[in-house]
Protein backbone atom coordinates (compact mmCIF):
# COMPACT_ATOMS: atom_id res chain seq x y z
CA UNK A 1 0.00 0.00 0.00
CA UNK A 2 2.71 2.09 0.75
CA UNK A 3 4.15 1.83 -2.37
CA UNK A 4 1.23 2.39 -4.44
CA UNK A 5 1.42 6.15 -2.11
CA UNK A 6 4.61 7.03 -3.00
CA UNK A 7 4.53 6.14 -6.52
CA UNK A 8 0.96 7.88 -6.99
CA UNK A 9 2.55 11.00 -5.53
CA UNK A 10 5.22 10.66 -7.42
CA UNK A 11 3.11 10.96 -10.83
CA UNK A 12 1.32 13.82 -9.47
CA UNK A 13 4.81 15.66 -9.02
CA UNK A 14 5.74 14.73 -12.53
CA UNK A 15 2.80 15.91 -13.98
CA UNK A 16 3.19 19.13 -11.40
CA UNK A 17 7.04 20.00 -12.11
CA UNK A 18 7.32 17.77 -15.25
CA UNK A 19 5.11 18.75 -18.36
CA UNK A 20 7.18 20.56 -20.64
CA UNK A 21 10.82 21.14 -21.71
CA UNK A 22 13.38 24.44 -22.79
CA UNK A 23 12.94 22.88 -26.80
CA UNK A 24 9.21 22.65 -26.18
CA UNK A 25 8.99 18.73 -26.24
CA UNK A 26 6.68 17.46 -23.60
CA UNK A 27 8.62 16.14 -20.45
CA UNK A 28 9.06 12.38 -19.77
CA UNK A 29 9.16 10.52 -16.62
CA UNK A 30 13.16 10.06 -17.23
CA UNK A 31 13.65 14.06 -17.28
CA UNK A 32 11.64 14.33 -14.00
CA UNK A 33 14.33 11.87 -12.49
CA UNK A 34 16.73 13.16 -13.86
CA UNK A 35 16.22 16.98 -13.05
CA UNK A 36 16.30 15.88 -9.32
CA UNK A 37 19.80 13.78 -9.36
CA UNK A 38 21.14 16.93 -11.00
CA UNK A 39 19.42 19.24 -7.63
CA UNK A 40 21.46 16.75 -5.92
CA UNK A 41 24.64 16.85 -7.10
CA UNK A 42 24.58 20.90 -7.79
CA UNK A 43 24.48 20.97 -4.19
CA UNK A 44 27.57 18.70 -3.55
CA UNK A 45 29.04 20.55 -5.85
CA UNK A 46 28.41 23.81 -4.17
CA UNK A 47 29.97 22.22 -0.74
CA UNK A 48 33.05 21.61 -2.68
CA UNK A 49 33.11 25.34 -3.50
CA UNK A 50 32.33 26.44 0.14
CA UNK A 51 34.30 24.11 1.98
CA UNK A 52 37.88 25.55 0.47
CA UNK A 53 40.82 27.85 1.60
CA UNK A 54 39.91 29.81 -1.34
CA UNK A 55 36.59 30.64 0.32
CA UNK A 56 38.81 32.95 3.12
CA UNK A 57 38.60 36.34 2.60
CA UNK A 58 35.88 36.15 0.25
CA UNK A 59 33.45 39.09 0.58
CA UNK A 60 30.14 38.53 1.77
CA UNK A 61 28.36 40.28 -1.16
CA UNK A 62 30.16 38.23 -3.77
CA UNK A 63 29.33 34.91 -1.51
CA UNK A 64 25.42 35.62 -1.02
CA UNK A 65 25.03 36.43 -4.63
CA UNK A 66 26.79 33.22 -5.88
CA UNK A 67 25.48 30.74 -3.44
CA UNK A 68 22.20 33.01 -1.53
CA UNK A 69 20.93 34.80 1.50
CA UNK A 70 22.20 33.26 4.74
CA UNK A 71 19.04 31.22 6.99
CA UNK A 72 19.29 32.64 10.10
CA UNK A 73 21.92 34.34 12.66
CA UNK A 74 23.83 32.13 15.26
CA UNK A 75 25.70 34.03 17.45
CA UNK A 76 28.17 35.97 15.26
CA UNK A 77 28.12 33.98 12.40
CA UNK A 78 25.54 33.23 9.58
CA UNK A 79 24.16 29.97 8.56
CA UNK A 80 23.68 29.13 5.25
CA UNK A 81 21.85 25.53 4.14
CA UNK A 82 23.46 23.87 1.34
CA UNK A 83 21.40 21.38 0.62
CA UNK A 84 21.35 18.72 3.96
CA UNK A 85 24.45 20.64 4.60
CA UNK A 86 24.60 23.43 7.74
CA UNK A 87 27.38 25.83 7.05
CA UNK A 88 28.30 28.54 8.91
CA UNK A 89 30.54 31.42 7.78
CA UNK A 90 32.14 34.24 10.09
CA UNK A 91 32.94 37.56 8.40
CA UNK A 92 35.21 40.18 9.90
CA UNK A 93 34.21 43.72 10.16
CA UNK A 94 35.32 44.79 6.37
CA UNK A 95 32.60 41.76 5.30
CA UNK A 96 35.34 39.23 4.40
CA UNK A 97 35.01 35.33 5.37
CA UNK A 98 37.17 35.04 8.28
CA UNK A 99 35.83 31.25 8.65
CA UNK A 100 34.13 28.57 7.30
CA UNK A 101 32.35 25.87 9.46
CA UNK A 102 30.52 22.57 8.40
CA UNK A 103 28.43 21.71 10.95
CA UNK A 104 27.33 18.00 10.47
CA UNK A 105 29.77 16.27 8.57
CA UNK A 106 28.46 12.95 7.19
CA UNK A 107 28.64 10.99 3.69
CA UNK A 108 25.82 13.19 2.62
CA UNK A 109 27.87 16.29 3.65
CA UNK A 110 31.11 15.65 2.51
CA UNK A 111 34.21 17.18 0.54
CA UNK A 112 37.69 16.16 -0.41
CA UNK A 113 39.85 17.09 2.02
CA UNK A 114 42.82 18.40 -0.45
CA UNK A 115 40.63 21.59 -0.43
CA UNK A 116 41.88 22.13 2.96
CA UNK A 117 45.25 20.65 2.60
CA UNK A 118 44.22 17.56 3.86
CA UNK A 119 43.87 14.31 1.90
CA UNK A 120 40.66 12.07 2.82
CA UNK A 121 36.72 13.09 1.96
CA UNK A 122 35.61 15.00 4.76
CA UNK A 123 33.48 12.11 6.66
CA UNK A 124 36.95 10.03 7.04
CA UNK A 125 39.31 12.55 8.42
CA UNK A 126 40.39 11.43 12.32
CA UNK A 127 42.43 13.53 14.36
CA UNK A 128 45.71 11.94 13.64
CA UNK A 129 45.07 13.41 9.95
CA UNK A 130 44.36 16.32 10.77
CA UNK A 131 47.50 16.95 13.26
CA UNK A 132 49.26 15.69 10.16
CA UNK A 133 49.38 19.18 9.35
CA UNK A 134 50.15 21.31 12.40
CA UNK A 135 52.93 22.84 14.07
CA UNK A 136 50.66 23.57 17.23
CA UNK A 137 47.76 21.82 18.66
CA UNK A 138 45.50 21.70 21.96
CA UNK A 139 42.69 19.33 22.63
CA UNK A 140 39.72 21.15 24.27
CA UNK A 141 38.72 21.10 27.75
CA UNK A 142 35.60 18.91 27.94
CA UNK A 143 32.41 17.14 29.66
CA UNK A 144 33.33 13.56 30.82
CA UNK A 145 31.12 12.96 33.77
CA UNK A 146 28.57 15.10 35.05
CA UNK A 147 27.78 16.84 32.03
CA UNK A 148 23.87 17.58 32.65
CA UNK A 149 20.61 17.30 30.41
CA UNK A 150 21.15 20.35 28.26
CA UNK A 151 23.29 18.34 25.55
CA UNK A 152 25.37 16.03 25.08
CA UNK A 153 29.16 16.82 25.09
CA UNK A 154 31.81 17.33 22.35
CA UNK A 155 35.00 16.25 22.17
CA UNK A 156 38.04 18.10 19.52
CA UNK A 157 41.09 20.20 18.87
CA UNK A 158 42.67 23.62 17.95
CA UNK A 159 45.12 23.10 15.14
CA UNK A 160 47.68 25.71 14.19
CA UNK A 161 48.94 24.86 11.02
CA UNK A 162 52.80 26.35 9.61
CA UNK A 163 53.63 29.26 7.10
CA UNK A 164 53.15 26.04 3.74
CA UNK A 165 49.10 25.79 5.15
CA UNK A 166 48.96 29.55 5.06
CA UNK A 167 48.70 29.46 8.63
CA UNK A 168 45.63 28.18 8.56
CA UNK A 169 43.68 27.34 11.96
CA UNK A 170 41.51 24.22 12.52
CA UNK A 171 38.63 24.06 15.22
CA UNK A 172 37.83 19.89 14.96
CA UNK A 173 34.82 18.57 16.94
CA UNK A 174 33.29 15.04 17.52
CA UNK A 175 30.00 14.70 18.86
CA UNK A 176 29.45 12.35 22.08
CA UNK A 177 27.77 9.41 20.08
CA UNK A 178 31.00 9.07 17.89
CA UNK A 179 33.12 9.61 20.73
CA UNK A 180 31.71 7.42 23.45
CA UNK A 181 34.39 4.80 24.02
CA UNK A 182 37.24 7.17 23.69
CA UNK A 183 35.70 9.89 26.10
CA UNK A 184 35.54 6.73 28.52
CA UNK A 185 39.19 5.63 28.39
CA UNK A 186 39.93 9.14 28.76
CA UNK A 187 38.07 9.60 31.62
CA UNK A 188 39.19 6.26 33.35
CA UNK A 189 42.28 7.19 32.69
CA UNK A 190 42.63 10.50 34.68
CA UNK A 191 39.92 9.23 37.25
CA UNK A 192 42.02 6.63 38.30
CA UNK A 193 45.59 8.86 38.46
CA UNK A 194 43.73 11.87 39.94
CA UNK A 195 40.50 10.53 42.07
CA UNK A 196 39.65 14.00 42.66
CA UNK A 197 39.35 15.92 39.30
CA UNK A 198 36.07 15.66 38.27
CA UNK A 199 36.58 16.55 34.60
CA UNK A 200 33.48 18.78 34.07
CA UNK A 201 34.93 20.47 31.67
CA UNK A 202 36.10 23.94 32.61
CA UNK A 203 39.22 23.42 33.93
CA UNK A 204 42.23 20.91 34.27
CA UNK A 205 42.96 21.50 37.83
CA UNK A 206 45.79 19.54 39.09
CA UNK A 207 45.96 17.34 35.28
CA UNK A 208 48.83 19.21 33.43
CA UNK A 209 47.81 20.23 30.13
CA UNK A 210 50.77 18.13 27.97
CA UNK A 211 49.66 14.95 29.85
CA UNK A 212 45.77 15.74 29.36
CA UNK A 213 46.90 16.62 25.44
CA UNK A 214 49.00 12.96 25.30
CA UNK A 215 46.10 10.49 26.53
CA UNK A 216 43.75 12.99 24.75
CA UNK A 217 45.63 11.84 21.43
CA UNK A 218 46.22 8.46 22.20
CA UNK A 219 42.55 7.79 22.95
CA UNK A 220 41.10 9.94 20.21
CA UNK A 221 43.58 9.67 17.35
CA UNK A 222 41.29 6.92 14.91
CA UNK A 223 38.20 9.04 15.88
CA UNK A 224 36.36 10.76 13.02
CA UNK A 225 35.27 14.63 12.68
CA UNK A 226 31.61 15.30 12.77
CA UNK A 227 32.36 18.86 12.48
CA UNK A 228 35.53 21.16 11.24
CA UNK A 229 35.74 25.04 11.06
CA UNK A 230 38.83 26.20 9.35
CA UNK A 231 40.04 30.01 9.38
CA UNK A 232 41.73 32.31 11.07
CA UNK A 233 41.25 33.70 15.00
CA UNK A 234 39.29 30.79 15.48
CA UNK A 235 40.05 30.94 19.58
CA UNK A 236 39.56 34.83 19.76
Request: proline residues 3%; glycine residues 8%.
Amino acid sequence: MESRHFFAGFIVLFALFGCGRDDGKPATLNDFVSSIVSSGNSSVQMLEKVMTVEALGMQKEYFEKTYGPAKRLIGNGRQYDIGLCNVIIIYDKNDSIESVELLNISKDCTFDGKNIYLQSRADKITYSELFGVAFDWNAKLSCYTMCGNAADPEYGAYVDTPRVYGFVEFDATTNYEVAQKASDDVYEYFKKKYPDEELIGGELGKIPATEYNKIWFEKFKDIRLTGLKFGYNLQK
